[in-house]
């Protein structure tokens, strides 16, 4: 796949995975993509955990379901992301960033402004949405062929310091080198966040996972090999939108933002000029 095609095609995966096992080439593909990823001094703080065990891939789900319930239930989910939900085309359009917040099950639907305020929450609560985006949590994780903890060695994991934030800057580098190694190998990956929400379930998993004092879990993601035709979920976590270039990148100074004008050499199909 052309490398282009691989950076305009990883997306995050919302829905369920083929249910075959992630070859072990494949694995080790995806880990070798996150060593290729630059980190301070070649340090290579990452470590990574691999998953394929089902007792531990179904108590992961137990934590992640839980904590999905937990947070919609307490109305902190809505409280904390309430900023990023963008309720129509329009205003994703206009905006570029955000996720699009148009999948609630049905019988919200006419309250979706509203899902955000103590009023919704309690609408939500007496619609039985907490145990229904819980359980879809559950089922998710659960029917993931592979899970992969992400840790970082506490030695160059300083927070506070700056190797802390080198760690964590080379860390993201090394995740996008595995997520776009997943979209070239036809497989997909999506975060677990909920359980690091709470800090009593991240726990659970810390000590499921049996990491050591001298490492810190930071992520655990999903992974699998994609499949067709998945229908979107209630919280959409996958966007194609982005913003233009004058919304994000300025010119000489932060005082001008870059022209949205296109005077770039004639741009690949795909979008992204080779020159
Ligand atoms: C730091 C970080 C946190 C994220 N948290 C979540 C998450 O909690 N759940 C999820 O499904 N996706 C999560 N994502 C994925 C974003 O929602 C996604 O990248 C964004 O909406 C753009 O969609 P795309 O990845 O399909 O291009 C996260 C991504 C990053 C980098």
Known sequence: MDFFEVLQGRKTTNGPFDPRAVSQAHQHALMEAASRAPSHFNSQPWRFVLIEDKTTISKVAQVAGASMEKLIHDGLFFERYRPYFRFSQKELEARGDGIHFDQLPGPLKPFAKQVMSPTGVGIMRNLGV???????????????????????????????????????????????????????????????????????????????????????????????????????????????????????????????????TDLSPQPAAHGIPRR
């Open 130 to 260: 907490p145990r229904m985006l819980g359980r879809d949590n559950h089922d998710l994780v659960a029917g993931s062929p592979l899970l992969m903890g992400v840790l970082l060695d506490k030695e160059e994991y300083k927070p506070g310091k700056l190797s802390g934030f080198y760690s964590v800057f080379g860390m993201g580098a090394a995740m996008e080198n595995i997520w776009l190694t997943t979209h070239a190998l036809g497989m997909g990956i999506q975060f677990i966040s909920t359980p690091m929400e709470i800090p009593e379930m991240w726990q659970q998993l810390v000590t499921l996972l049996r990491v050591p004092d001298n490492l810190e879990l930071m992520a655990i993601y999903r992974l699998g090999y994609a499949k067709e035709g998945n229908r979107r979920p209630s919280i959409d976590w996958s966007s194609r939108h982005r913003k233009k270039l004058s919304q994000y990148v300025y010119r000489e100074s932060c005082d001008s933002p870059e022209s949205d």
